[in-house]
């Protein structure tokens, strides 16, 4: 059982380029989303889903983009990278919304933007 | 609003020492409540959890038990290890416009020396 897989575990982008963060899960999860994880600041929430086709903003929004056409998939898209979002980002789901506090964790990717 | 207060770390203790974390929170309604654990490179992993006043959470040796009285949700373990060391995180969760969103602390690290 795979759990929440997450792809790349390290990146390094230059300001301005764009990427993906890759998430999915094999457990049949409703509910899933993005944190991002700095020193200091603890785990701020940045997008989430309650079902395919169903996403919404969480804490910190800006400059992320997301889609959920699938159960399993989840990608977070950095549109134009800045050094401010230098961070550890993670992917978790839950069954359901009610849920949402029961999260299985991915293992973070780390992204780095000189 | 809603939100959860952990004494700050990091945490130092000797291996068979008595632990002790300490949580309040503030919350409207009857929240639930988790304790999570962050091992180094890892991502987080549900430890415990209570969903009602004087329920108490245990797992893998750590119990917290959830005090409405004084908005507490305290982790203890009577003898800690090595392998505890850890970053570990209170949290809680509260309906808010129908979906079921985690307010977290600011994480405690724990270092169990030998």
């Known amino acids: 059982n795979a759990g929440v897989t997450q792809t790349p575990k390290f990146q390094v982008l230059k300001t301005g380029q764009s990427m993906t963060l890759q998430c999915a899960q094999d457990?049949?999860?409703?509910?899933m989303s993005w944190y991002r994880q700095d020193p200091g600041m603890g785990l701020r929430l940045i997008h989430y889903s309650v079902g395919a086709g169903i996403t919404d903003q969480g804490e910190v929004p800006n400059g992320y983009n997301v889609s959920r056409s699938t159960t399993e998939d989840f990608p977070l898209r950095l549109l134009s990278a800045a050094p401010s979002q230098t961070s550890v980002y993670f992917c978790?789901?839950?069954?359901?919304?009610?849920?949402?506090?029961?999260?299985?964790f991915g293992e973070g990717s780390r992204l780095t933007v000189l | 609003g809603d939100s959860v207060t952990q004494m700050e770390g990091p945490v130092t203790l000797s291996e068979e020492a008595f632990l002790t974390i300490n949580c309040t929170y503030t919350?409207?309604?009857?929240?639930?409540l988790f304790w999570y654990v962050q091992y180094p490179g890892e991502g987080l992993q549900l430890l415990l959890k209570a969903t009602k006043a004087d329920d108490k959470g245990s797992n893998k040796g750590f119990e917290a038990t959830y005090r409405k009285e004084t908005t507490s949700f305290h982790l203890e373990k009577g003898s800690v290890q090595v392998s505890d060391s850890a970053v570990y995180f209170c949290a809680l969760t509260t309906r808010g416009d129908s979906n079921y969103q985690l307010i977290w602390g600011a994480g405690t690290k724990l270092i169990i020396k030998p």
């Open positions: 919350a409207t309604g009857y929240p639930s």
């Open positions: 978790a789901s839950s069954l359901d919304r009610v849920t949402a506090g029961e999260l299985f």
């Open positions: 457990m049949n999860h409703e509910y």
